[in-house]
């Protein structure tokens, strides 16, 4: 399948180029070193990965810019994880714009959101969580998206007509999951599957200087919840037809389950003249069959985004409302970022953010848990190579865990573009909830360096 996307992209990546003749083309090429400075808590991980990255964009208009055609196909080769050997098309749409409408149509990327720590109203792309864990990257998403701008704002309609599941890393990427992850096996509570027929509203405006944003999304979930499963054929109860997810009733052996005296004496029995397996041999290979399926629901959701700046300062928001197998959370992120400009008679900015995140979405189990601080603070060099840091950590108010990230950049001439990034964890409880999409895996380490060569 990856090989076919491959074909596709490079073939649809010509296509563009050459419709683009008369347009705008830039290429990027990535290299990429990871280092993971702790071992990995899952057997026989790599210690360091390497990739490389080409991303080719066009932009073509025509008709005094009331036509654009334009496109973003991406593709990545990884040294170690095959799963992160993928490509995709993170663009291809043609826009038709009037005076106070635009027809959009094709697979686009659409942000919502205004909040550093996380975006929570981010709901139309699916994540590309094998190229990285910090929900940034995302796929190109199909849709149809008429905008109808007034004096009252702009309103925005999304028709999501396909479902893109999320990626994950591989067995031999990290950082790791303990269990084998089965895209392929992903379950759904729509019976359309991929094809249910997702859609959106958006209202946004500018008054003075507050930006504000209400929207609206029915459909399925980006974010799947994950499964513990017992893998079809492993001899389990319920595994010969298929994977079994109710793990209550696969568990039928006498390891892991309770049984009357009777039968428990006539096992044990079995077991000392060697007739039956061993309580450790069957705890052993019923782990050594679970894996993990990814679960999408149908959603509900209502949401509200706003940044007001004041002088040097800027009020941040984002909150939800979601329902979810009939059941309704709230979660938001509400804080602020300040600017002390030129600091010390230099030309540096310094920004000084902080955020408090709450987030009651038990059921998605997308973070570690419900009540977060965020703090960090961004430095801009304003040079002409474009120096930036931002550096900053979580801390949950419930435990002692702490989310650290350091990135920083700069470019060296036109055409170079350098970026460092450390993501490190610690305290981290024993019991810490384990079905998030990236609790498991924001556990190890990380440290980035990236070259990006434009052309």
Request: net charge negative.
């Amino acid at each position: 399948m990856r090989s076919i996307i491959a074909v596709v992209v490079m073939a649809t990546s010509a296509w563009g180029v050459a419709v683009a003749a008369d347009g705008d083309v830039y290429t990027t090429l990535e290299l990429e070193h990871r280092e993971f400075p702790q071992e990995s808590k899952v057997p026989d991980r790599p210690d360091r990965q390497s990739a490389a990255a080409l991303t080719v964009e066009f932009f073509r208009e025509w008709n005094r810019g009331d036509q654009l055609l334009s496109g973003v196909f991406f593709g990545r080769v990884d040294s170690d994880d095959d799963e992160r050997t993928h490509a995709d098309i993170r663009e291809l749409s043609f826009v038709h714009a009037a005076r106070d409408y635009e027809v959009r149509l094709g697979v686009r990327k659409v942000f919502w959101g205004v909040t550093e720590s996380r975006h929570l109203v981010d709901v139309i792309n699916q994540t590309d969580f094998v190229e990285d864990i910090d929900n940034e990257d995302k796929l190109g998403q199909p849709m149809i998206n008429l905008a109808w701008i007034s004096d009252f704002g702009t309103w925005d309609a999304f028709w999501l007509p396909y479902f893109r599941e999320r990626t994950f890393p591989g067995e031999d990427g990290r950082p790791a999951f303990p269990f084998e992850i089965t895209e392929d096996a992903a379950r759904y509570e729509s019976h359309q599957e991929q094809s249910h027929q997702d859609f959106a509203l958006r209202w946004r405006h500018t008054v003075g200087a507050l930006d504000v944003g209400v929207s609206w999304f029915k459909g399925t979930a980006r974010e799947p919840r994950l499964l513990p499963c017992v893998r079809q054929g492993s001899g389990f109860e319920g595994t010969a037809t298929q994977a079994n997810c109710d793990l209550d009733s696969a568990v039928t052996d006498p390891a892991l389950s309770g049984f009357e005296p009777l039968d428990r004496i006539l096992i044990a029995l079995a077991q000392q003249a060697g007739l039956a397996p061993t309580d450790a041999e069957v705890q052993a290979a019923f782990f050594d069959a679970v894996q993990i399926i990814p679960h999408y629901d149908q959603i509900e959701q209502y949401s509200i985004d706003a940044q007001w700046i004041i002088g040097a300062t800027a009020l941040k928001l984002e909150a939800l409302r979601r329902e979810r197998g009939e059941r309704w959370a709230n979660a938001l992120v509400t804080g602020f970022e300040h600017t002390l400009y030129g600091v010390f008679d230099s030309a540096i900015d310094v920004g000084l953010l902080s955020e408090f995140i709450y987030d009651r979405r038990e059921a998605e189990g997308q973070d570690l848990f419900d009540r977060e601080v965020f703090a960090g603070t961004r430095l801009s060099f304003n040079d002409v190579a474009g120096t930036a840091l931002l550096a900053g950590g979580v801390r949950s108010l419930d435990e002692t865990t702490i989310s650290y990230l350091v990135e920083a950049e700069r470019r060296f001439g036109a055409s170079v573009k350098v970026s460092l990034q450390a993501r490190l964890v610690s305290n981290v409880p024993d019991d810490a909830p384990a079905q998030a999409s990236s609790a498991l895996l924001d556990y190890e380490d990380t440290i980035s360096a990236i070259v990006q060569l434009y052309f």
